[in-house]
């Protein structure tokens, strides 16, 4: 029952006997510009149906809206001034003053597959940080969030607990995978996730309005069925880094070995916060957190909610056993109710 | 009780969603009314196969498999393949209330399914062509009534867990209490519908178990309320949820009432045992809409998430936060 896996690595807590490292992403918000390639390459390399109508959704650059059955990433556009900058720094300074876990920078030489992202002050959502080492460098009047999101593939996953077919399964990276030939469809996961990722795919055709020509190994229905990102499980096979972080142009969106990423991570934030953004923070780097730490770690320039992040997910299932307890409690009750109403009553 | 804590004004991504409430339909909420009715029934059975009250028996054992074969289908109808309901059965995993259930219920059906077949060949002079079979069925028979009855609580109670252990807000809120909501439900609104099919000098049991839903619902809902948190319980007073919980209260009261009073009546059993069915269904319908409409406004995610995380960081617990510095 979601149990803390003792070595971080959840692949062991699914019984994996050959130990593979565990895989995950780490998406550096700070220097992310918005450019969606992510996304395009997910759509393309998953063949994944077209979402919505088209429509312009009235949110900044963001027409995509959010992650779902037929979009895997989801690029965020949030548009800040001044104020909301400064209260955005104002919460990252109280995060610090309350003893949020520090690991401090580890030194640097960790091994991530895109590099280790820019040094220095990004040029990214964050603005560009100046190289001041001041508590707060200068507030900027704008700036633009936007942050590539993704599927958790959390240590402690509410999809793959509360699945009843076991069509959801822990891969030997330590990721989470739908598989599209056992699930009925039930959508049982899409309630068991916290981050509102999983969702149950209605139309299972690619079908691109230009009617390009696709193999008919393409056009395969997989309409009912639960879908989300799968870490690129079959390109991982093949050695190759995810399709969008493999595209992403400025290293935003970085994939690795988990600890090397987290490790990545911790030097990042220790770098914004030195430079006086103090408002940069990280978003499931903790093991101790409501569902164990996630595979895709995030940094971010503002409270989780703004970027639609829950502010302090838990996995359901944590609090499975009791109420599994309590319902015991509640049938026997039923039981002897029921017993009692043919004592009272008598026999006939 | 945490202490109360400063929460910030609310902030969301353009007012969408956080969670994603499951492609569940009407069919589910119907799922959770006909088993709690099932279960009940299947107990009830049970009770007057052990007193002797054949009538009471025999319509009782109808219900419960009528009840859980219509639920299975109305279950197998929301698949996303229905076609492939038979996955269900592929594995049995206890961190899964849907697993679970999925056994819970196909051992009851198959149990209340036998104990009814029996009844209807009884019922009809034995013209059932079942040739040698017969025996075989006579002979278990009372062991499949005693299966059926043995898994109706469960099966009247393992929806609560199901819909408890998601990320929906209500639901999840609801998670120390709802069990006993359910169950309670499920024992009054069996107990009314034999109030409807059985005569009243065999019914005094259904009546009694009814009156005793009646007290559990009105003091379970209440308890459950005051244990949510205050955001998170708002779903169950707003909307088409809201109206169709104040329908369970008034239902509740008459077909209380109804019970207490003239239930010795057959007219006056039949329309309180009317009023208590119609109690539990808005009761299992609208604690079911509650919970998808609170996925639907990323307010009940993030203000009870935030109360808790700020009320644990007032008391000096921060190491459990998902937002780090480092
Ligand atoms: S984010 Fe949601 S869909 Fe992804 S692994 Fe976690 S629980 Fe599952
Ligand atoms: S929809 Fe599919 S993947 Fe999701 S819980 Fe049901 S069977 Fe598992
Ligand atoms: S890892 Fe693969 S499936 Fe997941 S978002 Fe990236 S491209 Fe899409």
Redesign the interface.
């Known amino acids: ?2 149990a803390e896996p003792k070595d971080g690595n959840p692949t062991s807590d699914a019984h994996y006997d050959h130990p593979h490292s565990r895989r995950g992403f780490f998406t550096d918000t700070s220097i992310c510009i918005g450019c969606k390639a992510c996304e395009v390459a997910c759509k393309e390399w998953n063949r994944n149906p077209a979402d919505g109508d088209y429509s312009i ?1 009235g ?1 900044s650059y ?1 027409n995509t ?2 992650l ?1 059955a037929d979009t895997w990433r989801h690029v ?1 556009f ?1 548009e800040q001034d001044s104020q909301r900058i400064e209260q955005a720094r104002e919460s ?1 300074r109280k ?2 003053s ?8 580890p030194a640097s030489g960790s091994s991530v597959a895109s590099g280790t992202g820019s040094a220095g002050g990004g040029c990214g959502s964050g603005g560009c940080g100046s190289a001041s080492s001041s508590d707060s460098g200068p507030t900027p009047e704008f700036r633009w969030l936007m942050s590539s999101d993704v599927c958790k593939h959390c240590t402690n996953a ?1 999809c793959l ?7 959801l399964f822990r891969t030997e990276y330590g990721t989470v995978v739908v598989q599209d030939d ?7 996961c ?13 139309d299972g055709l690619v079908d691109t309005p230009a009617s390009r020509e696709m193999p008919d190994t393409v056009r395969k229905p997989q ?4 879908q989300k990102c799968t870490l690129c499980y079959d390109r991982l096979k093949d050695d190759e880094t995810p399709a969008c972080a493999k595209t992403c142009p400025t290293t935003s969106i970085k994939y690795g070995q988990r600890e090397d990423l987290l490790a990545t991570a ?1 030097q990042r ?2 770098q914004l ?1 030195e430079q006086g953004m103090t408002e ?7 093991p ?4 164990g730490g ?1 595979g895709s770690i995030f940094l ?1 320039l503002d ?11 838990r996995v ?2 944590a ?2 056993a ?3 307890k ?2 015991g ?7 002897l ?6 004592v ?5 | 009780m945490v202490p109360d804590a400063q929460v910030e004004p609310y902030t969301s991504y353009y007012g969408r969603p956080v969670v994603k409430a499951p492609p569940w339909k009407k069919e589910i909420a119907t799922y959770l009314f006909l088993g709690g009715v099932a279960g009940g029934s299947a107990l009830l059975a049970l009770g007057a196969q052990l007193t002797d009250r054949p009538i009471l028996r025999r319509n009782a054992r109808l219900a419960a498999m009528l009840g859980s074969a219509v639920g299975s289908t109305a279950l197998i109808a929301d698949l996303g393949r229905p076609e492939r309901f038979l996955h269900m059965l592929r594995t049995i995993k206890p961190t899964s209330p849907m697993s679970l259930g999925s056994w819970v219920l196909v051992t009851f059906s198959t149990c209340a399914g036998v104990a009814a077949v029996s009844e209807v060949d009884r019922w009809t002079g034995s013209r059932l062509p079942l040739g040698p079979l017969r025996c075989v069925l006579r002979a278990v028979e009372p062991w499949s009534g005693v299966g059926a009855g043995l898994f109706g609580a469960p099966l009247a109670g393992y929806t609560a867990v199901l819909l408890s252990d998601t990320a929906m807000p209500t639901w999840n809120a609801a998670r120390e209490d709802l069990p006993f909501v359910f169950v309670s439900s499920a024992s009054l609104a069996s107990g009314g519908l034999a109030m409807i099919t059985t005569p009243v000098d065999e019914a005094l049991p259904a009546r009694l178990l009814a009156l005793a839903g009646v007290a559990g619902d009105v003091v379970a809902q209440k308890v459950m309320e005051s244990r949510m948190d205050p955001v998170a319980a708002e779903p169950l007073h707003q909307g088409t949820p809201g109206v169709l919980l104040k329908w369970t209260e008034r239902l509740l009261l008459v077909g209380g009432l109804g019970t207490l009073v003239g239930g010795g009546n057959r007219a006056v059993a039949a329309v309180s045992g009317v009023a208590l069915l119609g109690a539990s269904a808005c009761t299992r319908f609208g604690v079911f809409y509650a919970g998808l409409n609170s996925a639907r406004d990323p307010r009940y995610t993030i203000e009870p998430q935030r109360r808790r995380l700020e009320a644990r960081r007032a008391a000096g617990q921060t190491g459990d936060s998902i937002t780090t510095v480092g």
């Open positions: 029952m979601s959704l949110s963001d809206g959010a779902g965020a949030i990252g995060l610090v309350l003893g949020m876990p520090q690991v401090g920078a509410g607990d509360v699945c009843p077919t076991g069509a056992i699930c009925n469809g039930c959508g049982t899409v309630a068991g996730c916290p981050f509102g990722v999983i969702e149950r795919r209605e309409d009912g069925v639960a911790q934030v220790a916060h940069a923070r990280l978003y499931g780097a903790n101790n957190d409501g569902v996630t971010l409270e989780p909610e703004v970027y639609g992040l829950p502010p302090d997910p359901p299932t609090d499975l009791h109420t599994f309590r319902a409690v509640a049938m026997a009750g039923m039981a109710a029921t017993a009692a109403a043919f009272a009553g008598g026999r006939r």
